[in-house]
């Protein structure tokens, strides 16, 4: 069934970072040149969306696992965090998940009390469905009222429940529209020690938080101080109300597949987040298109 699903049309949000970490806000769109499997691609989309209100799918992990070393209340001051940077326009859905998908506690509102009375009653229990849950997320957003959205996963990222693997949570996310940031929470240092090939219980999957971030076109967060979650939520927010959008219509040719997303940009620009593909049918070839530079020139995700 994968195989065979196409999208219609492929929207790119995209975040672009200066070499300090700041959003890039004043490209347009002659400084972007899209490519798709190494091919440059007719776009014939692109917009600034920058200060512009936000849909924030909130998706937070309330398994017995977050109970321990004060995880909960790091998510709770997450969103705290993330409600304190609100602008009008902004709503926000929150979604809890243990050991089965990810059920709806809050549909969107744009009163963010009723957010944070709800996380003040939620009590972690039982196991971690983590892949399935994340599985369930992305067309959830789509009931936002905005057209920037992201998905805000607050997870220790262990899974010991899900019946989807992670190979296969990998080829759902592909193509995903929707950026998901996730937050692990977990000390920072944990990054660094990590093999994502082995990931076992006393550790967080970093390697898989990871993957479902640059899959997306999110970025990864780790912390479980309030600073660093401070920092972490507000990183996320003003990447956010900096973003592009850029799109393009597949030509229904040739087969639907999983196909590559990159962008080229020059100058001062240091990393892009942005999603890795699309699955659908060939795209709208430039008429002189050609091969993407050499790695030396092109940029993508830092």
Do not use: C, W
């Amino acid at each position: 069934m994968q195989e065979t699903m196409s999208v219609s049309y492929v929207m790119v949000p995209f975040t672009v970072l200066g070499s300090k970490g700041n959003p890039i806000t004043d490209l347009h769109s002659k400084d972007v040149r899209l490519y798709v499997d190494g091919i440059a691609v007719q776009s014939d989309m692109f917009e600034k969306s920058m200060n512009a209100p936000v849909s924030y799918t909130i998706l937070l992990d309330g398994s017995g696992s977050m109970g321990l070393a004060g995880k909960m209340e790091a998510a709770r001051t997450a969103v705290k965090t993330l409600l304190a940077h609100s602008v009008p326009g902004d709503d926000y859905a929150l979604y809890v998940f243990t050991d089965d998908e990810a059920r709806e506690v809050v549909p969107f509102t744009e009163n963010p009390s009723v957010i944070t009375h709800a996380m003040a009653a939620i009590k972690p229990y039982g196991k971690t469905a983590f892949f399935d849950a994340i599985s369930t997320m992305p067309d959830r957003t789509l009931l936002g009222r905005n057209a920037t959205r992201a998905i805000i996963l607050l997870s220790d990222g262990i899974d010991n429940a899900s019946h989807l693997t992670r190979e296969a949570l990998a080829k759902q996310l592909e193509g995903v529209p929707v950026p998901i940031y996730p937050l692990g929470l977990r000390e920072p240092a944990e990054k660094d020690i990590i093999d994502p090939k082995k990931p076992n219980e006393e550790l967080s999957d970093i390697g898989l938080l990871k993957q479902v971030a640059e899959l997306t076109g999110g970025t990864l967060h780790l912390g479980n101080q309030p600073q660093q979650i401070t920092a972490a939520v507000a990183d996320i927010e003003k990447s956010l109300r900096a973003q592009y959008l850029i799109g393009f219509s597949p030509t229904g040719a040739g087969d639907v597949k999983y196909r590559r997303i990159s962008l080229k940009l020059g100058g001062r620009v240091h990393s892009v987040n942005v999603r890795a593909g699309y699955r659908g049918t060939e795209p709208p070839v430039q008429a002189a298109a050609s091969r993407t530079p050499s790695k030396r020139n092109e940029r993508k995700r830092g």
